[in-house]
C-alpha cells in the first residue's frame, strides 16, 4: 500500500497560479501511475491529469485544464506534482492526489487504489 499526502493549496486570485504537490511513501513509486483529481462542492469527484510509470513519459489532461495545468513527477523525492496556471474561479475544488498499479493513468477515479485526504484550492478576488 501507498500513502499519498498532498500540500500547496490556498487561496489565489483569478489569472494566478499554485503548485501542489504529493509525497507518497510506502511501496516503490516508480511502479505507480498517478493521477490528481478534484471535487467541487456538490459535484462529483472529476479527473484533472494523469502520468505514467517510471519517467512519466505519458501525461494526461482533462479538456478543462489543457494549456494551463502541467503534472509532473519526481522519482527521487517520490513526488508528483500540478502546476496550475491561469486559475480560474471554476477551478475551485479540493483538490485529491491517487495512485494506481496500472502503467498508463487512467482517468476513471474507481481505477485507483490509494487516495491521499486532499487540499484545499480557492479561486476568488
Known amino acids: 500500500q501507498i500513502q499519498l499526502v498532498e500540500s500547496g493549496g490556498g487561496l489565489v486570485q483569478p489569472g494566478g497560479s499554485l503548485r501542489l504537490s504529493c509525497e507518497a511513501s510506502?511501496?516503490?513509486?516508480?511502479?505507480?501511475?498517478m493521477g490528481w483529481f478534484r471535487q467541487a462542492p456538490g459535484k462529483e469527484r472529476e479527473f484533472v491529469a494523469g502520468?505514467?510509470?517510471?519517467?512519466?513519459?505519458?501525461?494526461t489532461y482533462a479538456d478543462s485544464v489543457k494549456g494551463r495545468f502541467t503534472i509532473s513527477r519526481d522519482n527521487a523525492k517520490n513526488t508528483v506534482y500540478l502546476r496550475m496556471n491561469s486559475l480560474e474561479s471554476e477551478d475551485t475544488a479540493v483538490y485529491y492526489c491517487?495512485?494506481?498499479?496500472?502503467?498508463?493513468?487512467?482517468?476513471?477515479?474507481?481505477?485507483?487504489?490509494?487516495w491521499g485526504h486532499g487540499t484545499q484550492v480557492t479561486v476568488s478576488s
Open positions: 491517487a495512485a494506481r498499479g496500472g502503467i498508463r493513468p487512467s482517468e476513471d477515479k474507481y481505477n485507483y487504489d490509494s
Open positions: 510506502g511501496r516503490a513509486f516508480t511502479a505507480y501511475s
Open positions: 502520468i505514467s510509470v517510471n519517467s512519466g513519459s505519458v501525461t
